[in-house]
């Protein structure tokens, strides 16, 4: 793609004062009231599924760039510390973590990517500064809650874990969507399901790495077609790397974050979640994935929980 | 109350081996799919709301013991900093934070707490040590999604706010629940409201820490009755301090965490929630409040949200 | 003074150029090999002082800005845990800290004040980003030995500790320097002692915030006319506050670390020293006061030792 | 060396009790005013090196254990902040450190290393605990300082690094010691040097951390022969890995630590030290390696001095 076809298609993706000139929610505001309760209504089952990789030194950063984006270190305030000195004291234990917000499972905030010295909605990227994302930071976002859509082009390929460098294109989500008869609707929260994390879950975090399938560019545009509310994926990076327009490095990013406005989920573990529904084949389910909510943070440390 | 009656009391709301001798769930246990598709039964307006403090510098703590429990301090890892050196290069920012996992909102894992040596379900309190709780720590939890039911006591009592040293007695709790008209039931997560987090959201953290109203000791017998599945509170110390039993100091976490295996919720904001609730008179609601997932953690942080 | 008596007595110590336009030691250039000889020389009764503040929750900092400037947190990564199964193996403990570099006891990097969009020497303040200081980083300073100076002005006012709002002005410090017969010489490191810190050994943070002493802004005119290497005082804030030029808010700062180029040293604790010196009436020793060197930062926290 | 005969020359070493029940200085009692001025005249051409590892990401820790000793990560709390609204209002710049006390150039403190339920003097394992090392922590050192005297065995053999599993002997310090004709006395603070941290200084950490030379377990009847006051080396075991008393793991660490309460400075960068004791064939000089004093610590940050 050269740079002309990614100025022009992000032209097409771009929401830039959809919802006003000061929103800060992007594509967040397709979920409306009405898409929540459709989400309750594909609870059938009472199954319950966390999405997200458990934080420890085990997670899945090695020390590659970004700097400083460590896997999260816990340690102890206290141990049994007894409350009063006598033997009928209750005793407490405390911890403190040290965490990256976009380490594991997160989202990126809106605030998370720039371009041009730009962010989504025309916010002018020094609305981030020391202080953290003064505009578009996570606690912009609100609550995330809506129906998911399990898109498992893994499986839909026939295999347990996409190869490397396959590039998840517009046609592929739509010919996974078709096949498993699961229309995606305005306000859904799309999840692309590779396959990459069960490495993860294996333990073997260079696997789990690279190589690896991610989305191709004009994932943008069908993203936008179908008007989700956010989307996300069970791998680090979203996007192919290299991408396809290397002066802009994340090409995909800047066209879902900064011109859509549109949040995406990195690290996202979807393998028992995926089994569920090949086996009844029900690939919708209410999805909260309100991250926590540290100010001005730019990414959104988050356990997203399915209920199908 | 004498240490007789508390230990009495232990007695009678005893879950040991309930589940099992390895049972690490607790409560939690009464969810079965049926209350979680029951909870999501409870789903018509299609609102939404998030029941955390916002985790920033301006947090609950105020620098009183435990020692180390900070408010959580967020920075930035990297500003708007460039992918290549291409002015068309996408532009990333990153931050890190540093928090205890039991300040602001957030669960107390069930090795929060010990008395004479011994947690949930008999485990050793040694099972908790430099490297985090072995047995009953939040991971252990694993999902917390369930219906919710307010108790609104401050509305039932025509308050903003009850007054210092409130007991939130079990008598209180049931007439509240009889007044509401929304009995608990099995497997539900009870959220009893003060009002107290309404100096929180002014910023007023000296009036939020104290005087407050609090759950009496007793309510561990309301919560057993019902067969509630975990209870959060909108407050910090959950229970009325002194405590009726000054020898143990916290005689309710003991009878909820230690003897019950009931998880318990602090600084649950819920002044909109409950708005929303006495505006309908529907009390009941999808809960999730699964915690972020640190290994062997004491303490769950957690961004709980309500749909309704 | 007015802006204009501000501006004219910056011009006076400035110290741009003097020692190249690369230069990033200030006034640290005037320590000559033979200046720390001399320093050696001063060694006489072989005692050591740390003027170090014990790093720990119990530190000077009480949640006031500047916002994150914590006290410490310092938790256990291992406690005993054996190297391996065998009951003859060693056991270890390891923990780590979480602490600003501006905390205690620590000096100011040139890096950390600015002024009009410039640092000392011409150095652009866009110099310090994201990635920390880029120039005039604590990692610039070098080694910090020299020969140590005690300006005793509580001593010298027959007080243990200097009234609040005292000023200490250049007339001041020139006679205690007088009175004491300890001349200061080029390269020296000068040590301002109000005795504030005796609140803070006391344990008593908030009367060792305020009020208090501290420097007045024509000791900028005092610390260039003898050439001294580094400046440092018993207490925060180093300088009055509010400051007699309002605008600058910090004018000394200024006037020191981006005009003269001269390190400001902050929290140090002169009791012992200065009761070993009243003793014998020797003001002069050999100081070590290299601090931690971790790099681009802004602060230098340092456990600075005397040797007389 | 069988565990017979490690007990035998624990046995030699031991220092319990020598300096009173209730020390918990060991070695550096050695250290008098006497041995502090001799030291000092050592300083002759006034030449300074610091001895310390900068501290950021590129640190030589890479993810193995001890779980959580990771590099340093820094971040600014500010950049460039104004103090007020006014264009002439001073800025400044704060940051904030986590990072273990281990890392990098550090002391293991008395209280890092335990055997068989004990520390130096007979302390306790249980001393330390969750709230740090309440007895031999950091803060008992006090001030390090004292002559340093470095055996360049890596010079000695005629070689820039010593190769991967050289022993350092008792008898190979013999000879450094004679060779250099630098004789140890007691109270002196003893670096050894094996080139190791070459490696690190060109930034090859895989080839700093492995293969490596190291002490040998004997070289704890040389220190104690000696009387040294401290040892340190410029790699991180110290001791050469694995062992030859394996059951024991870190033998020498228990002989010197835990028997003869001689603490051991690790990661010492000696390079730029070393070239000039080679030229003009002087080996000692005045130490100042006083940690940070972050309180119950069991490791100690520090910036190692050296003036000769």
């Known amino acids: 793609m050269t740079l002309e076809e990614f100025e022009a298609l992000a032209e097409q993706v771009n929401n830039w004062g959809r919802w006003g000139d000061d929103d800060q929610r992007g594509t967040l505001n397709f ?7 459709r989400a309750a209504e594909s609870v059938r089952t009472g199954q ?14 090695d020390g590659s760039p970004p700097p400083g984006r460590i896997n999260p270190v816990r ?31 997160h989202w990126d905030a809106l605030a998370h990517t720039t371009f041009r010295g730009t962010m989504y909605n025309g916010f002018p990227e020094t609305a981030v500064d020391a202080s953290g994302a ?7 976002a609100g609550e ?28 592929v989500l739509q010919a996974v969507e078709e096949a498993q008869g699961s229309p995606v609707e305005r306000g859904d929260i799309v999840l692309v399901r590779t396959g990459q994390a069960s490495f993860f879950l294996q ?16 994932t943008a545009l069908y993203f936008h077609e179908r008007e989700v509310a956010a989307v996300a994926i069970d791998n680090a990076p979203f996007e192919l790397l290299p991408a396809n327009v290397e002066e802009v490095v994340l090409p995909l990013h800047v066209l879902n974050l900064v011109y859509a406005g549109l949040m995406q989920g990195e690290n996202f ?8 529904c090949a086996q009844d084949r029900r690939y919708t389910f209410l999805l ?18 399915a209920i199908r």
């Open 288 to 305: 909260n994935a309100t991250p926590e909510r540290f100010l001005r943070s730019t990414g959104g440390l988050v356990n997203p929980v």
């Open 48 to 61: 319950v599924f966390s999405l997200a990789m458990t934080l420890s030194l085990n997670g899945p950063q």
């Open 75 to 105: 340690t102890m305030l206290a141990i049994n510390t007894p409350m009063s000195g006598s033997p009928n004291s209750a005793r407490y234990s405390d911890d403190i973590v040290v965490t990256p917000t976009q380490t594991a499972t």
């Open 203 to 218: 333990g073997d975090v260079p696997r789990y790495r690279r190589p690896l399938a991610a989305c191709d560019y004009d």
């Open 134 to 140: 003064t505009k578009l930071g996570i606690e912009a």
């Open 144 to 171: 995330i809650v809506s129906r998911g859509v399990l898109l498992d082009v893994a499986r839909h390929q026939g295999l347990d874990v996409l190869p490397g460098r396959f590039a998840v294109t517009r046609a």
């Open 31 to 37: 979920i409306s009231p009405e898409v929540v309760t």
């Open 269 to 276: 573990v979807l393998e028992e979640l995926a089994t569920a």
